[in-house]
């Protein structure tokens, strides 16, 4: 295989119009996940033909838990397609998977053939609001998410998700994130605090509480919660870099100074260690004179 057959993250992002949460939701899903080769992950062309198609199918109406064991049913029936979603036809009538092989269809939960008589396939408009699950609307969410255009719906998807499983992390914190990008901190910190009840050890929730209240002014409690993540991942190199920051607002500089060393001996060549650099040559030189 040569180099141009294998894609980033990024190629896969700008090729097919997905998110990096849309794809590692997909790998945890275990749809379509990365190859691995020569300490790089990537995807090659086959990948790509089925990212596309998991897209879809998702925004027609296909569960997620349904299409994952629609491919595992799948993949245990034509134990010689390696790939069912880029070797095979796989088409939907907008709530169960069907797969097209030599003319003939197949539904793989049931292992029956189907008449191929007016099925809807990909190209059609058809979506199912009832009865999805919480995987669902989390699906729906990060589709709407990636495009501007339905960014908005995002929030709602993201909402209903919550609604269908309280204790989703994952759908509370992107919302979270939503409303702080569009600057609603007091709403961010509403739904990190939500994420942290659903799971106290999450070093992402403590990080981006700790950030956004940061950004509200609420220093002590922004420096407990990025203190927090810290003591949960202490290789959490952002979450060094925003205590530095915060520490030094409160003008705490020793503890500024070993989270400026932290965060350059875990990320020394990042975007942001320059400007770690520059932090501790200032502090060395204010506590010189």
Same mark, same amino acid.
């Given at each position: 295989m040569g180099a141009t057959d294998r894609f980033s993250f990024e190629d896969v992002q700008r090729i097919i119009g @997905?998110?990096?949460k849309q794809l590692d939701y997909w790998d945890k899903l275990r749809l &379509?996940?990365?190859q691995e080769g020569q300490g790089a992950r990537y995807y090659d062309f086959r990948d790509l033909i089925g990212l596309r198609t998991v897209k879809q199918l998702l925004e027609k109406g296909v569960s997620a838990n349904r299409l994952q064991r629609a491919l595992s049913a799948l993949n245990e029936k034509l134990s010689q397609v390696k790939a069912p979603l880029s070797q095979l036809r796989i088409l939907s009538d907008g709530k169960d998977v069907l797969v097209e092989q030599g003319g003939a269809r197949l539904e793989p939960l049931s292992g029956q053939f &189907? @008449?191929? /008589? +007016?099925t809807r396939e990909l190209d059609e408009s058809i979506r *199912?609001? $009832?009865r999805r699950s919480a995987? !669902?609307? @989390? $699906?729906? =969410? @990060?589709?709407?998410?990636a495009d501007k255009e339905t960014r908005a719906q995002a929030f709602d998807a993201y909402d209903r998700c919550a609604d269908a499983d309280p204790n989703n992390a994952d759908a509370l914190l992107n919302c979270g994130t939503l409303h702080?990008? !569009?600057?609603? *901190? +007091?709403? =961010? =910190? !509403?739904? /990190?605090?939500r994420a942290l009840d659903a799971q106290p050890q999450n070093p992402l929730a403590h990080f981006n509480l700790g950030s956004v209240l940061e950004e509200m002014g609420e220093l002590e409690e922004s420096r407990r919660h990025l203190r927090q993540a810290l003591l949960i991942d202490p290789d959490y190199c952002d979450a060094h870099y925003n205590l530095a920051f915060v520490c030094e607002k409160l003008r705490a500089f020793v503890e500024a100074r070993e989270h400026w060393q932290a965060y350059i001996k875990l990320d020394p060549v990042g975007p942001w260690s320059a400007y770690a650099r520059q932090r501790l040559v200032v502090q060395h030189a204010t506590s010189a004179t």
């Open positions: @997905l998110t990096r &379509v996940s990365p &189907v @008449l191929n /008589f +007016e *199912f609001i $009832a995987s !669902d609307w @989390l $699906a729906m =969410a @990060l589709s709407y998410e702080y990008e !569009d600057g609603n *901190f +007091e709403k =961010a =910190a !509403d739904y /990190f605090r």
